[in-house]
């Protein structure tokens, strides 16, 4: 009996150390960048092949390719989104890295804290990290991969500045986070030519992004969406939800429980045009946007604060699918 239980517990100590060694793919001390996230993803799926479906749900508007990954088998899925603006991310980095914590722990068939990765056998994971490539390649100043004449027409986009730190905007500087189909029409128009940041563009789903996560969201029809951004630790989960307040505002609790952020407060008269607004009005579906780190603001976070923003957010993924589970279809 002595040595059945010993086997036992060196059998546990060799898949947490089996685990816990294959996590170290996503880098998390340096800028990521959309050829960094690329070739990552190659090597997620050499590492964890059967479990992980890659496909490319569109392409920016200069030809970059938007990713999307399934992990999991589940009929349901949760739907999760980072860096609709070009300044955050490092909402990438964290997507990227819950991917493969999953991963990892689906491989050994382990739990995360409370929650079991066989979660993950009822309701699938679908990760988009980048949905902005060509906004998050201009942030970080790699003017050089657009052409001449784009070069040109960024700078005046950035009001000048040869530096573009503040970067929010899609390469034809339009803001994909003003530009769903729900209160659109509402949105401040302030800013009425393309931007660094702001502009909602001519009209809804002008932008190739947008568009394309919206095909995408119909094609898999997720019971959850989040989308990640920067700043605030907070979260948002209101808009016109009617008869779903009640049960989104409880999901809203919980991730607000689970990660320490603060529920945000939206004015009663809140305009909309926002990845979850969309959602939350057209698929009558809970979502939630996420703002990860402190305020920084007009610039990205810095790297400094990842490891406490990943502990913060290392269970929301599969938290969301035991939300999903319980959800009726």
Not at 38 to 48: C, D, G, H, I
Not at 228 to 257: C, F, M, P, S, V
Request: hydrophobic content about 40%.
């Amino acid at each position: 009996m002595a040595n059945r239980v010993i086997i036992l517990l060196l059998f546990s100590l060799a898949l947490s150390i089996k685990a816990s060694a294959e996590t170290n793919i996503i880098p998390t001390a340096q800028t990521y960048t959309y050829e960094k996230m690329s070739e990552n993803l190659v090597q997620l799926k050499n590492a964890y092949k059967d479990l992980l479906k890659i496909k490319i749900l569109g392409y920016s508007h200069f030809g970059r390719k938007i990713y999307a990954v399934q992990l999991g088998t589940g009929r349901k899925n949760v739907l999760l989104v980072g860096a609709h603006h070009g300044r955050e991310w490092i909402t990438s980095m964290l997507l990227m890295k819950m991917l493969e914590t999953y991963a990892a722990a689906a491989e050994s068939h382990m739990a995360i804290g409370k929650l079991h990765s066989e979660l993950l056998n009822d309701v699938s994971l679908w990760f988009v990290p980048m949905l902005n490539p060509d906004g998050v390649t201009i942030q970080q100043n790699q003017l050089q991969s657009f052409p001449p004449g784009q070069q040109n027409y960024l700078m005046f986009m950035n009001e000048g500045w040869d530096d573009y730190i503040r970067w929010k905007a899609n390469g034809m500087g339009v803001d994909l986070n003003r530009q769903y189909p729900a209160g659109w029409k509402d949105l401040n128009t302030e800013q009425q030519s393309p931007s660094y940041q702001f502009y909602k563009g001519k009209a809804p789903l002008e932008a190739a992004e947008a568009a394309a996560l919206v095909s995408f969201v119909n094609e898999i029809k997720p019971s959850i969406a989040v989308a990640y951004h920067t700043a605030g630790q907070e979260i948002y989960w209101k808009y016109k939800n009617g008869k779903n307040t009640k049960r989104d505002r409880a999901l809203a609790q919980k991730i607000a429980k689970l990660t320490g952020y603060k529920l945000a407060k939206p004015p009663k008269n809140a305009s909309g045009g926002g990845f979850t607004d969309w959602f939350i009005a057209t698929c009558h579906k809970p979502a939630l946007t996420i703002e990860m780190s402190y305020l920084v603001g007009d610039r990205h976070p810095p790297l400094s604060v990842f490891n406490e923003e990943w502990k913060r957010n290392k269970l929301v993924g599969l938290k969301l699918a035991d939300e999903a589970k319980k959800l009726p279809d």
